[in-house]
Nanobody
Framework: QVQLVESGERSVQTGGSLRLSCAVS????????MGWFRQTPGKERVGVAI???????RYANSMKGRISISQDTAKNTVYLQIDNVKPEDTATYSC???????????????????WGQGTQVTVSP
């Protein structure tokens, strides 16, 4: 089993930046790809960014240029930074882990079997 716990800013003003952290514990050796996803009420969960054990990353086209995913393997922590945040970035953000490679899992939520509890982020005007 893999446990994921998100933390970070929950409220930020438009134009600012936010950084979320995801602490990974448990059977971390099984994890091959980590991802950040977000969901708003009434909409499906969508992938934002992923990072593999090799450090390769992939981002949602809609957010390229504003987001960055990184990892600190010594701390078993994955980070998501969003710059120039917009009100439409308001969502519940969750980190997730896949036992498949990122080239397989990509940004598809169904390919991730371990999930954090999610953290609500609100962007104010």
């Amino acid at each position: 089993q893999v446990q994921l716990v998100e933390s970070g800013e929950r409220s930020v003003q438009t134009g600012g930046s936010l950084r979320l952290s995801c602490a990974v514990s448990g059977s971390t050796y099984a994890v091959r790809c980590m991802g950040w996803f977000r969901q708003t009420p009434g909409k499906e969960r969508v992938g934002v960014a992923i990072i593999g054990t090799d450090g390769n990353t992939r981002y949602a086209n809609s957010m390229k240029g504003r987001i960055s995913i990184s990892q600190d393997t010594a701390k078993n922590t994955v980070y998501l930074q969003i710059d120039n945040v917009k009100p439409e970035d308001t969502a519940t953000y969750s980190c997730a882990a896949s036992t498949r490679s990122c080239s397989w899992a990509e940004l598809m939520p169904a390919e991730y079997i371990y999930w954090g509890q999610g953290t609500q982020v609100t962007v104010s005007p």
